[in-house]
């Protein structure tokens, strides 16, 4: 879920909520998009633009050093080969 304007995950059966710091964004700019490939990562898109992926337990900039897509992403989507598409 969004919390405080990053992702935070609920795990069930501990009860425990994990932040994830390095996706809040401020003002405007904030998670806008969601995909996963059931093989694959967790990515994240925003709405000022960027991709992060998950990485272990932290969430990291694709692709490394920041230079991912501009504008809003709007939608996400993982294909059956793995490839992200971006809206």
Known sequence: G?????????????GRITSF??????????????AQHPAGP????FVRGGLM???GERFAAWPAGGN??????TA???????RLDLV
């Open 68 to 73: 991912g897509p501009r504008g809003n992403i």
């Open 76 to 82: 996400l989507h993982v294909d059956d080969a793995g």
């Open 42 to 45: 967790l990515w994240v898109g």
């Open 53 to 55: 992926q998950l990485q």
């Open 21 to 34: 710091p390095e996706t809040q964004r401020t003002g405007d700019d904030g998670p806008s998009a969601l």
């Open 2 to 14: 969004i919390v405080n304007g990053g992702l935070s995950r609920w795990e069930r059966s501990s």
